[in-house]
């Protein structure tokens, strides 16, 4: 098997293994809101509910297919494409296990060790905005118009704090590569070397992804659904595919920079990867079930007066020890 070939297969198997991911974390996270509100959650269609997500789908591809008066139309086409294909670009570098040996030979459980993979990845979610804001600006509608600002403002000033996070864990592990970022965890996680950046990473990975109690691009009752208002059907889809893609996105970037990746005793290293990805995909959803949405200023102003500061002197501080530390 040649390496393009394998590269291939590994893709396919990939965007549907993420795909369905997406389709079945909508049913996760429906049955678990309906568990912390006490009442059921969707359980009629097959069983357990567990064929939803496919009912869903299949109402979505045979919904409608609308397009506003005096919309830019190729913008409003093009934009929700960006925010999915940009979702899962991102999977190209993150590594979910270490090398199997598989039908003889060995196999790597990640598309590309590249030597600036987090790069990459910091450079792919911040294109994945450019969807957000082109749909909501080419709907001609000023709620979508609004909604786009907001998640612009939003991820500029959180962007900014998830990177500082991300300076500390490079200057402790000495490498832009995420699979020697995992490497060095062998002996100890960054969550315990790096409490600080771990908390500014989490805080800025739920204002990065539009969740609660940050969703104000959303914000259902002042924006109606804000750069989606416009969006039905197929291409709405594709937003949300992007949304909660990106919410595995950082759970499995949280647990690659601060818990050690597929670092664990007894069971294989892919299991502890998904094991520890899906608690911080439950976090997500218990973060939405339990904090009420901040305002606006108060959102801006908890990310430049608290987590930028703190971010700066995290990485002075990180810096001093390391530079203490060198031979």
Partial sequence: MTGALEAAVKSAILILALLTAFAYMTLLERR??????????????????????LADGVKLLFKESFRPAQVDVLV?????????????????????GPEVSLFGRRVALYLADVNVGILLVLAASSIGVYGIILGGWSSNNKYSLLGSLRSSAQLISYELALGLAVIAVVLTAGTLSLVEIVEAQRRLWFVVLQP????????????????APFDLPEAEQELVAGYQTEYGGFRFAM???????????????????????WQGPLLPGAVWFFLKTFVFIFFFIWLRATLPRVRHDQLMAFGWKV?????????????????????
């Fill in 32 to 53: 678990l809101l309906g568990k912390f509100q006490v009442r059921y959650g969707p359980n009629r269609v097959g069983p357990f509910g567990l064929l939803q997500p």
């Fill in 76 to 96: 409003y086409l093009v934009a929700p494409a960006i925010s999915m294909t940009t979702a899962l670009l991102v999977y190209a570098v993150i590594p979910f």
């Fill in 196 to 211: 600080v950046a771990f908390l500014l990473f989490l805080t800025a990975a739920v204002a990065e992804t539009n969740r």
């Fill in 239 to 261: 937003f949300y595919a992007g949304e909660y893609l990106g919410i595995v996105t950082m759970s499995a970037l949280t647990t690659t920079l601060f818990l050690g990746g």
């Fill in 307 to 327: 987590l930028v500061p703190l971010g700066l002197l995290n990485i002075v501080v990180t810096s001093a020890v390391v530079l203490l530390r060198a031979p």
